[in-house]
């Protein structure tokens, strides 16, 4: 970027008239060449082929002129003045490129910016990157950078690092010209099953220009994978936010953070999960903790002796004990045995052949068929038709309540009991995770909600297979892991959560990136050595050599 | 709140305690004669690197990916590239001066993550799940430490110059100070400096890369990339200045803050930006 070391020898007052005349020239150079590209812009519209084709033809001209025109022209380029003023500048441009949206159609900058939509548009600065006075900036920079190398030379250990890191910018500038100018890039949309595509859809700047590139070879979609990460269960904690939505203000709950439910041992995938029961704090003040976890949640009922209230019976009925209060009928799934249960003796079961009738009052255990009854003592231990019956247990009094309890250890419906203490007030409150709702806290300003995350996508692969006559290949292109194949490199880039057979594929020919690498290879060599090698070329200091600014310069 | 941080996360409190610990024994190494101070403070510093180092670890281990994903696992990383930089320089530079404005910064950085509350472990989009994902967030974040530590040492060095107390704590020669060498503020900057150019070149161009492997485009105007490239211009600018036009003293220690307060918005203020919902650099939880 700069420049040659400071010159000593003229006297202060040639050097103020100097320095006077740099700060004019790399003012005139600097705001000439934006002004020259805004008046240009009018006629020419901003474009990759713009900046390409502008900065390369104004850089060549510029440079040109310092060899031929008489005057500062050439050291100005090449000093720190001029490159100053223009890393300035061109930061200016890269930070207003961040504060002004770019590529949107013109309605929008008057909707978001109308104070200064009109000088936005009229000066292209929604392309600002792609811009006539970007454009002129980079030229002056390239002019600059080739002014400086120049100097450089003939090339010295001393000072290779300057020079290395100078080529490396231009030769990743250069290979950035001839991606942006020779670059092709598009869409290739495929379903899996072996749908075949043999030309991109062209974009430029992620917009469809309508043009379309055949491909020198065909690519076949074989299988779409669309992976995601294990399905987890976690109590989500929110707090009450206000938003703007469509210019209207209200309240809304965001996720601040979330608690496990329970744990996996990090180490043993297979280990089954242990609830986390643990109370945790919450930043408001209040706890919580998870006083239960069903994995998969039902609600089933407990029959226990009471000192009022009907009586009761467990019995086994081929193999599955029920309790049975007063009035109540346990059957076989095929409905051909039954047992009854009731205070006085109760009626048969209609449709049933054979049923066992027990009654309290009467102690009596009645099997009944359509050939005639037998009663037996009713007594706890009471084994009836071989044993496909078995009396159990007997209360004269019984209370019946329902209790939460899990099926099995599959996560099929889960469910937890949170406990909460909000000011000191505990509750409890049952949530499942197949329809999750909030346990609000301190003033509904905040709430626990567990819920289920099983739509987090791990990754999408497209398996694919590419031929060109007699050579074909097969890979795996995912995000991150492209695949090179015939000139032509594929990225994978979207998929369809609604159709798990749609693979986006982006399809990029850039004969110019390897030169942007090189470039890059050349500045991390190039500033590595100019920083920590040269000094030692120059006896351990790499600034000792360098004068010292006076303090008004 | 602080119940919260506490009980939920006391490992990151106990190192942000040791962080602060740290803080105020270089603090009194500054009054006092003693060497203790100055030592407990190198002490409670290496102790926090270590507890940092162990915090990292564990939620590496947990997540199964770098705790590198979110805002909150960014500054942990941080304190501890900043710490691990600082005791470095300490050893290398032979000097306790500068423990304050590290160990306030590693504070601060732990301070300012445990107030953020996207403390849960997030899972890795697609996207980040690189090879270049892991050295590209070492590289920058080492880089940012060390520009860091330079704009301690350069507002240490401005204030020097102003404030009678702090000169004589630059010059001293017992306390603070191990060597009993007067420090060449200056010349300790710059080399922090150029230590974090150095990385932040390497660390933007492995962006690059990266960003070309995962989208097929090296450079998308994304506003981090910019950001970052203000940066990188501005700390260029401070090594043509000192190289060129032989900027020392207050002038250059001036560029050196201007430049770390460029870093700061480029790590912390994009999502401020009203482009930054086309960022793919926006943390989540900010």
Redesign the interface.
């Known amino acids: 970027?700069?420049?040659?070391?400071?010159p000593a020898g003229p006297s202060p007052a040639a050097s103020v008239s100097a320095g006077a005349r740099e700060a004019r020239l790399t003012t005139l150079l600097v705001f000439g060449a934006m002004a020259i590209g805004a008046i240009l812009q009018i006629w020419i519209p901003p474009g990759p082929t713009t900046l390409v084709a502008a900065t390369g033809g104004a850089s060549l001209v510029v440079l040109g002129l310092s060899f031929v025109v008489p005057g500062r022209l050439r050291s100005t380029l090449s000093g720190?003045r001029f490159?100053?003023s223009l890393?300035?500048a061109?930061?200016i441009f890269?930070?207003l490129?961040?504060?002004?949206?770019?590529g949107k159609p013109a309605e929008l900058y008057r909707a978001?910016y109308p104070a200064v939509a009109g000088l936005i548009l009229a000066l292209r600065f929604d392309d600002i990157?792609h811009g006539l006075p970007y454009a002129g900036l980079m030229a002056l920079f390239g002019a600059a950078i080739l002014a400086s190398a120049s100097l450089r030379l003939p090339l010295s250990a001393r000072r290779a690092g300057f020079f290395i890191a100078h080529v490396g910018l231009l030769v990743s500038g250069a290979g950035?010209a001839a991606?942006s100018m020779l670059s092709v890039?598009g869409r290739i949309d495929l379903f899996a099953g072996g749908d075949v595509a043999h030309q991109v859809r062209v974009t430029r700047g992620g917009v469809a220009t309508g043009a379309f590139e055949k491909l020198p070879f065909q690519l076949r979609l074989d299988q779409f994978d669309l992976v995601n990460?294990e399905t987890e269960y976690?109590i989500g904690?929110y707090e009450k936010v206000r938003i703007v939505r469509e210019g209207v203000v209200m309240d809304d709950f965001k996720l601040?953070?979330?608690?496990d439910a329970y744990r996996v041992d990090?180490f043993n995938s297979r280990a089954e999960p242990i609830p986390d029961l643990d109370r945790?704090?919450?930043?408001g003040?209040d706890s919580f903790r998870v006083k239960a976890f069903y994995p998969d949640f039902e609600v089933a009922t407990r029959t226990t002796p009471a000192s009022e209230g009907p009586p009761a019976l467990l019995v086994t009925l081929a193999g599955r004990s029920t309790w049975l209060q007063a009035g109540e009928v346990v059957s076989t799934p095929d409905g051909t045995l039954a047992v009854a249960f009731g205070q006085q003796r109760p009626a048969p079961p209609p449709g049933v052949s054979t049923s066992v009738l027990v009654s309290m009052s009467d102690r009596q255990a009645v099997v009944h068929r359509a050939d005639g009854d037998g009663a037996q003592p009713l007594a706890e231990g009471l084994s009836l038709l071989g044993g496909v019956v078995r009396i159990d247990r007997l209360l004269a009094h019984s209370a019946r309540g329902a209790f939460y309890q899990t099926r099995s250890r599959e996560p099929r419906n889960p469910a937890v009991v949170i406990e909460t203490s909000v000011h000191g007030l505990v509750s409890e409150t049952l949530a499942t995770a197949a329809q999750p709702r909030g346990v609000f806290l301190r003033d509904g300003q905040s709430a626990l909600v567990f819920e289920k995350r099983d739509k987090?996508?791990?990754?999408?692969l497209s398996h694919v297979t590419a031929g060109q006559g007699p050579t074909f290949a097969r890979a795996v292109i995912?995000?991150?892991?492209?695949f090179d194949f015939g000139g032509w490199?594929l990225?994978q880039?979207n998929y369809n959560p609604e159709d798990p057979t749609y693979s986006g594929l982006?399809a990029?020919r850039?004969p110019g990136?390897l030169w942007?690498?090189v470039g890059?290879a050349l500045?991390?060599v190039g500033?590595?050595y100019m920083?920590?090698v040269e000094p030692r070329f120059r006896g351990g200091g790499?600034?000792r050599q360098?004068?010292?600014?006076p303090a008004d310069? | 709140m602080l119940q919260y941080v506490f009980v939920e996360h006391p490992f990151f409190a106990l190192t942000s305690l040791l962080y602060l610990a740290s803080t105020i024994a270089y603090g009194l190494a500054w009054v006092s004669p003693s060497r203790l101070p100055g030592r407990a403070g190198t002490a409670l510093m290496v102790a926090g690197v270590a507890l940092n180092t162990a915090v990292i670890a564990g939620r590496w281990v947990e997540a199964g990916r770098a705790p590198f994903k979110s805002l909150f696992e960014s500054l942990v990383f941080f304190a501890f590239c900043i710490a691990l930089l600082y005791v470095v320089f300490e050893r290398l530079y032979k000097t306790r001066l500068f423990g304050v404005a590290a160990g306030l910064m590693t504070f601060g950085s732990m301070a300012y993550a445990l107030t953020k509350w996207d403390a849960e472990i997030v899972k890795l989009p697609p996207a980040l799940q690189s090879g270049w994902f892991v050295p590209h967030v070492m590289v920058y974040f080492v880089g940012y430490a060390a520009v860091a530590i330079a704009t301690g040492v350069a507002v240490v060095q401005l204030l020097s110059s102003r404030i009678p107390f702090v000169h004589r704590l630059t010059t001293m020669k017992a306390g603070s100070v191990l060597s009993g060498e007067p420090l060449d503020l200056d010349r300790i900057s710059y080399d922090a400096v150029r230590f974090g150019f150095v990385l932040l070149t390497v660390g933007l161009l492995v962006g690059s890369v990266w960003a070309k492997s995962a989208w097929g485009d090296f450079w998308v105007w994304d506003p981090k990339e910019n950001w970052s490239l203000v940066t990188w211009l501005i700390y260029g600018a401070y090594l043509h200045l000192r190289k060129v036009r032989g900027w020392r003293g207050d002038r250059a220690a001036w560029v050196a803050i201007i430049g770390f307060a460029v870093v700061m918005f480029t790590y912390l203020g994009i999502s401020m930006l009203p482009t930054a919902e086309e960022s793919a650099h926006v943390y989540t939880g900010t």
């Open positions: 970027m700069s420049t040659s070391p400071t720190f490159t100053s890393l300035i061109l930061a890269a930070i490129g961040t504060l002004i949206l770019q978001k990157f950035a991606s890039r990460y976690r904690y601040k953070t979330s608690f990090v945790h704090r919450l930043p003040g987090e996508v791990k990754a999408f995912s995000v991150n892991d492209p490199t990225y880039v982006e990029v850039d990136v942007v690498f890059f500045i991390c500033v590595f920083l920590y790499i600034d360098a004068p010292v600014a310069s």
